[in-house]
């Protein structure tokens, strides 16, 4: 599957603690707004037009922003974050919360003073101008009061947005969790499934050829084998097309063996989907599907084809066989978990960004066709963008 690194930070953000994802976000936008403002209060005083004010240099406005503005309301900010989360307010508790709002805006007032009245002295030693004398803490406190109390109440407003889009998010994403969680499940369970109906239906195979020919059954037992050691080297969903072309490959040598001149086998595969994801062990209920319903079924000699080609974004996959679409019902319910389990499998891995139809090609020929999202592996999409890169063409001068 491809990532971008957008899309393994999402991960790795995602992968937190709730406790901690929420501090680094909530830490992150107070900075952010903050700075912001801190950077537009810094250039209007750098270009006061007042020209009885002492004009002040832009790194001088800023570190003075820095000091009164920044270095206290994100402080402030984060202390009205965990207010609204701890106090919400119900029909119940509406009194009880109005009381605890308004002492946590006396605070903030409170410390807004203090803050300014201990830094009045620093600032009145930095500037050689001071913009105004360090006023004493209760002028601070009665301008606090004055001028602060809209503004807190207004901030307090836009964190307890802020705590209900978080709650929000952490909903969501809890959900999605569980779904993701839920589709592992329900795929573990179906792989589960399908490797012992395939293993079923091959020693079958087997058991019916140890009576009529026992150098083949052996020649087929050694191909299982070599086959189930390559599927159990394959635990995820997902493989490259080259692995599975190579696993129903084996699968389709252990039927030759058992159908003889009665089965062949013919490939088309584009070279440049080799590399691309599909489900593991989905060719083989495909190929599976053809054999008994379009070969099994003939005296006369048939023809399984398997064809692999690309879209711009679709990977196709189509198996065809001599026998006829027109039994798609019997094909659908008539072939044990092999469609149905291919149908579920894909419904979970890509949702509804997926398709499987049985129809009838031009050669009169019963196709099995699967389009699924082309999706290749971390390291080969890297691989495919550095050949790129490679083989773009150079800009002359």
Request: charged share 20%; hydrophobic share 50%; net charge positive.
């Amino acid at each position: 599957m491809s990532a971008t690194p957008a899309g393994v930070g999402r991960r790795y953000f995602s992968g937190l603690r709730g406790a901690t994802r929420r501090m680094l976000a909530t830490v992150a936008a107070a900075t952010i707004l903050w700075t912001v403002y801190g950077l537009v209060y810094a250039d209007e005083l750098a270009l006061l037009p007042d020209a009885s004010d002492p004009r002040l240099t832009w790194p001088q406005a800023f570190a003075y922003t820095f000091v009164t503005l920044l270095a206290c309301w994100i402080p402030i900010t984060l202390f009205l974050v965990a207010v609204a989360r701890r106090v919400v307010p119900s029909r119940r508790t509406l009194g009880a919360s109005a009381v605890k709002l308004a002492a946590a805006v006396v605070v903030v007032l409170v410390l807004h003073a203090a803050y300014f009245a201990a830094i009045g002295p620093w600032l009145d030693a930095w500037a050689p101008d001071p913009i105004e004398p360090a006023p004493s803490f209760a002028t601070q406190l009665a301008r606090s009061f004055r001028f602060n109390v809209v503004r807190t109440l207004m901030l307090l407003a836009v964190c307890y947005a802020w705590v209900r889009m978080q709650n929000t998010f952490e909903n969501r994403l809890r959900i999605a969790e569980l779904e993701s969680g839920l589709s592992r499940a329900r795929l573990d369970t179906l792989s589960a499934q399908l490797n012992p109906h395939f293993l079923f239906n091959a020693l079958n195979s087997i058991a019916e050829l140890i009576h009529i020919d026992q150098d083949a059954a052996d020649r087929m037992l050694v191909a299982l084998s070599a086959l189930l050691r390559r599927s159990l080297a394959s635990p995820g969903h997902e493989v490259a097309v080259r692995d599975e072309v190579a696993l129903v490959g084996q699968y389709l040598s252990i039927e030759q063996i058992r159908l003889g001149d009665r089965l062949g086998v013919r490939w088309a595969v584009d070279p440049d989907c080799l590399h691309a994801l599909v489900p593991t062990l989905m060719l083989q209920p495909l190929a599976e599907n053809a054999i008994v319903h379009g070969i099994a079924r003939r005296r006369a000699p048939g023809v399984v084809e398997i064809a692999i080609r690309r879209t711009r974004a679709t990977l196709v996959v189509e198996v065809s066989d001599d026998g006829s679409a027109a039994d798609a019902p019997q094909r659908d319910t008539g072939s044990g978990i092999g469609l149905a389990n291919t149908r579920s499998r894909l419904r979970c891995l890509y949702g509804d960004r997926w398709s499987l139809t049985l129809h009838t090609g031009d050669d009169a020929r019963s196709v099995v066709r699967v389009e699924l999202p082309l999706r290749f592996s971390m390291a080969q999409d890297l691989a495919a963008r550095a050949v790129s890169q490679l083989h773009a063409p150079v800009a002359t001068p």
